[in-house]
């Protein structure tokens, strides 16, 4: 897990409403997200492009890897 307070913080990095619908992090860097901000990084044209980095980096090892930034 990249982001130490995934499991704690209560409110969305992104838009501040809080996480008790579900939560997810980020495809794009380290915020943890609520469903509707996960629900628009997938319509994103670039979304492809981060989900395949993300699987790159860590077949390369990195767990740590921060995401192509949005
Ligand atoms: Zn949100």
Redesign the pocket.
């Known amino acids: 897990m990249k982001n130490d307070r995934f499991f704690t913080q209560t409110r ?1 990095d ?2 501040g ?1 809080s996480l008790a619908g579900g939560r997810t992090m980020s495809m794009f860097n380290e915020e943890t ?2 469903m ?2 996960a629900d628009k990084e997938r319509e994103r044209p670039d979304y492809k492009a981060a989900c395949d980095a993300e699987i790159a980096a860590v077949r390369a090892g990195n767990r740590n890897f921060k995401g192509i930034g949005l």
Do not use: E, P, S, T
């Open positions: 969305c992104r838009c409403r997200i609520c509707d901000c």
